[in-house]
């Protein structure tokens, strides 16, 4: 979550929306991002594409030791106001 709301931008088009959209994000163990998408839009398209943007330039860490090998999908809401 961190490392994404550091690369969150608030577009500028967006005049003063706001809302909160839930993005599903695909990692693999190694850190790598191998899907994102929308759960639940927050209504207004900019910003939703604002959050898959931060998503996307995001460095993911690594899956914690122990944990088995393959993809783990999160749910992550990321909120944006005015």
Do not use: C
């Not at 005049?15 to 990692?27: D, E, H, I, N, Q």
């Not at 604002?50 to 088995?68: C, D, E, F, H, Y």
């Amino acid at each position: 979550r961190t490392r994404v709301e550091r690369l969150k931008r608030y577009p500028s088009r967006a005049g003063r929306a706001s809302g909160t959209v839930v993005l599903w994000l695909k990692v693999t163990s190694s850190g790598t991002l191998a899907g994102v998408g929308i759960s639940r839009s927050s209504g207004n398209a900019l910003l939703d594409q604002a959050a898959i943007s931060a998503v996307q330039k995001a460095r993911m860490p690594a899956a914690p030791n122990g944990l088995t090998q393959g993809t783990h999908t999160f749910s992550l809401p990321i909120r944006f106001a005015r």
